[in-house]
């Protein structure tokens, strides 16, 4: 099946951001995937509310938001009205998992969980068939351009046997050193949503490049 392509924006040009929300508008791409990092979960800070805002008045897709922050509850509202479609918050991030993301759904955006490297994915056992989406970072959240984490590929297999064992219906998303050459592995492993980053905006053709990375991942 092809892949969903959700570009990550935290590695288009700032100065032009409308040039690449344009980009993805008229390429292949599904989602905007928008990174908030607060400098306390992880060791970046990108970008806020406003941002995220502005996005939204531009965007013709659906956004999908990636929060790497701690105690997301306290925020699922305000992304809510600026305009998140789908709201990713981290296991390590929350002690009433269930809870966090009932609220995400009740605020009427789908839910998303996600993985560091090195937490088990059999510890969404409880919870798979809560969400809409998993998210397995292929990297240590924080920056773009790091390179994948080959026993990602491994996680992605389990998760998969994880889902069909519990009937869910939970989207596998893979976010972090995504390329054309690891792309059709991570689909054949099972992941149904690819995030990419450096890969789309360090490339010379952007659009080509979403085109590919789901034609290469056939
Ligand atoms: C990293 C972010 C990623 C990042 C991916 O913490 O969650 O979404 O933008 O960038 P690339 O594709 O360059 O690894
Ligand atoms: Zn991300």
Not at 6 to 20: V, W
Request: proline share 5%; glycine share 6%.
């Amino acid at each position: 099946m092809k892949p969903l392509i959700a570009p990550s924006l935290l590695s288009a040009d700032f100065c032009h951001l409308a040039q690449a929300i344009e980009i993805v508008n008229l390429s292949e791409a599904d989602w905007f995937h928008l990174d908030i990092m607060d400098g306390v979960f992880v060791p970046n800070i990108s970008f806020g509310m406003p941002v995220v805002n502005a996005i939204k008045s531009q965007a013709e897709k659906p956004l999908d938001v990636h929060l790497m922050i701690v105690q997301p509850d306290r925020y699922i509202a305000e992304f809510k009205r600026c305009g998140a479609d789908l709201l990713t918050v981290h296991w390590e991030t929350c002690t009433h998992l269930h809870r966090t993301i009932h609220q995400i759904l009740q605020a009427d955006m789908l839910a998303g969980v996600s993985l560091n490297p090195h937490t088990p994915v059999a510890l969404l056992e409880d919870i798979i068939i809560d969400v809409d989406l998993v998210l397995i970072m292929s990297v240590n959240p924080g920056f773009g351009g790091q390179t994948f984490i080959e026993r990602s590929l491994k996680r992605i297999a389990e998760l998969k046997e994880l889902i069909i064992k519990n009937n869910s219906n939970a989207l596998i998303e893979v976010d972090g050193g995504i390329t054309l050459d690891n792309a059709p592995q991570l689909v054949a492993a099972g992941a149904d949503v690819l995030v990419a980053g450096n890969a789309v905006f360090g490339s010379a053709d952007p659009a080509a490049t979403i085109r590919q990375l789901k034609k290469e991942s056939l």
